[in-house]
């Protein structure tokens, strides 16, 4: 199925129900019946076709949650214009490479992101674009496209330091969509309150695309703010909250009455993108009144396990695989292990990604005889639910975001005074881990001019805590640094 006849089962059949609640640019807040919104996403793909764009070409996207994210979103699905997301705190180094890779005929984006594009790239502001769009016709638009035609690009880090994009066909989201919104019970009498940045599968998805599914209503914010949260919540009265476990530490921070008052309009929250701690899951039971429903999923697979709706939602577990994915836990020679054993995960099904873009060698590392291999190692209790037991690779998850030490780790060492370095992820109370360096350095080793050059050159979520100078790193027989042996870091 093509994702845009799903999504009219909200754009076209509840044309005049109001769909989205937004901020407009001057404060106030501003709504969208789904008729309006989805005469505004006609319009959009007739000015796309108009210049150029047709089935499989590349847009990217680096803008921050607002309406036209959603509107030129919507009008590459009706297209079959692949959607190429890039993460709003990228800088130079980190958009560049993915520019370069999905080869996109145009980014859209705003005047003040701009700066942050690689010189020569072919940014769209995004104004522009919207304003453009007005003096084209709002009819429908409807091509006949595949279900396995690909619906975005989207890149995940790898251990090799740039990071792939993985492909995600208009069946992989469309079978989340119906997943998500069927377990979890979405329906269009629910309120979504959606701060997750729509740059990631997790707001992407999970939320935009749940909405439109259920036909519920969305109230969208640029991001998730502390200060701002409290207003939000009291005057959208949301029923569904999607968040990262750093979202959850931070509500905890609401005064007990404002929390009971918020969770007693509540019918669901929702964690993922990190694991969520059994005390954050506690803690947020005892202010709120509701046990957060933890799932899993990749950029790659979109959601693969959830714990249920009804039924235990177990602390630490990820719960049960979603319909129609097949999950499987194997040991170091390929063979499933027993339950209450650990095993690398692996899982199949139609929520799997068709391969990275452009990298045979990847796709092929990635799939074994048809199953992905996540990379992370979990451990099936004898009742079927899944837990988690860390990484096979060293990923870090910090305030949900991804971080590659090697990414970070390459960088530093194009730089003077740096002979070997290490990244780690330490953990902390709030963002869960945050990378620190371990580096060998010579008589010019210089910790601030490093610290310089990585805030220019790199996300602000992946600036490595402290630049720790060691004298050798831990290394086994075989040469390969043993990142647990390096000395404790801590910020005391
Ligand atoms: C954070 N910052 C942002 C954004 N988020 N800037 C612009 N747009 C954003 N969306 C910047 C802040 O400006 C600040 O930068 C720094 O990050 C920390 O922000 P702060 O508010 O102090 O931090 P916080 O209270 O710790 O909250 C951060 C956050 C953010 C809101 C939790 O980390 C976040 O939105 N995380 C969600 C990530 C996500 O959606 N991941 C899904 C990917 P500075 O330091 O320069 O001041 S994984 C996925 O999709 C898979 C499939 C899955 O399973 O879900």
């Keep these: 199925m093509q994702l845009a006849d799903l999504f009219s089962l909200s754009l076209v059949g509840r044309s005049s129900q109001t769909g989205l609640e937004y901020d407009a640019p001057d404060g106030s807040l501003a709504a969208l019946t789904f008729g309006d919104l989805d005469a505004r996403v006609n319009r959009v793909a007739r000015l796309l076709s108009s210049r150029g764009f047709v089935r499989g070409d590349r847009l990217g996207f680096f803008l921050p949650n607002c309406v036209a994210f959603i509107e030129v979103f919507l009008a590459c699905v009706k297209l ?39 010189a020569g790239a072919p940014a769209w502001d995004v104004a522009e674009i919207s304003a453009a769009a007005e003096s084209f016709a ?103 909250f999607f ?62 396990i959830s714990n249920p709706y009804e039924g235990e939602r177990r602390p630490g577990a990820v719960g049960f695989p979603f319909p129609g994915v097949s999950a499987q836990l194997r040991d170091a020679q390929g063979q499933p292990v027993e339950d209450g054993e650990i095993g690398e995960l692996f899982v199949r099904g139609p929520n799997v990604c068709a391969g990275y873009w452009r990298r045979p060698d990847a796709t092929a590392e990635a799939f074994q005889d048809g199953w992905f291999r996540t990379g992370d190692l979990g451990e099936r209790a004898a009742d079927g639910y899944y837990t988690l037991r860390g990484r096979r690779s060293d990923l870090i998850i910090s305030g949900g975001f991804n971080i590659y030490p090697r990414e970070i780790e390459e960088l530093l060492l194009e730089q003077s005074g740096v002979l070997e370095v290490a990244v780690c992820g330490v953990s902390d109370a709030r963002r869960g881990e945050v990378p620190v360096a371990y580096i060998v350095g010579d008589d010019s080793f210089d910790a601030a001019a490093l610290e310089t050059i990585c805030r220019q050159s790199l996300a602000s979520f992946k600036m490595p805590r402290a630049f720790v100078r060691v004298e050798s790193l831990p290394r086994n027989a075989l040469g390969k640094v043993q990142k647990h042996l390096l000395p404790p870091w801590s910020a005391e």
């Design 80 to 118: 079959g214009v692949i959607v190429v997301p890039i993460n709003v705190l990228y800088r130079e180094r980190e958009s560049g490479h993915i520019i370069s890779d999905a080869d996109p005929k145009a980014v859209v984006t705003t005047s003040e992101l701009a700066a942050f594009l690689p």
């Design 138 to 240: 709002d009819s429908a638009v409807r091509l006949a496209l595949d279900g396995d035609d690909p619906a975005a690009i989207v890149y995940t880090s790898g251990t090799t330091g740039r990071s792939k994009g993985a492909v995600l066909t208009h069946n992989n989201f469309a079978a989340n969509a119906v997943n998500v919104t069927t377990c979890w019970r979405i329906t269009s009498e629910d309120r979504y309150l959606a701060v997750l940045p729509l740059f990631h599968v997790h707001g992407l998805g999970n939320g935009v695309h749940a909405w439109l599914t259920s036909g519920c209503r969305m109230r969208l914010v640029e991001r998730f703010d502390i200060q701002r949260a409290p207003d939000l919540f009291t005057a959208f009265q949301p029923t569904l």
């Design 243 to 304: 968040g990262v476990p750093t979202i959850y530490v931070r509500l905890l921070e609401f005064p007990l009455e404002l929390a009971q008052q918020i969770g007693q309009r509540m019918r669901l929250f929702v964690s993922g993108s990190a694991p969520l701690p059994a005390q954050v899951l506690a803690d947020f039971r005892a202010k709120f009144g509701h046990t957060i429903l933890e799932r899993y999923g990749m950029s790659e697979t979109l959601m693969n």
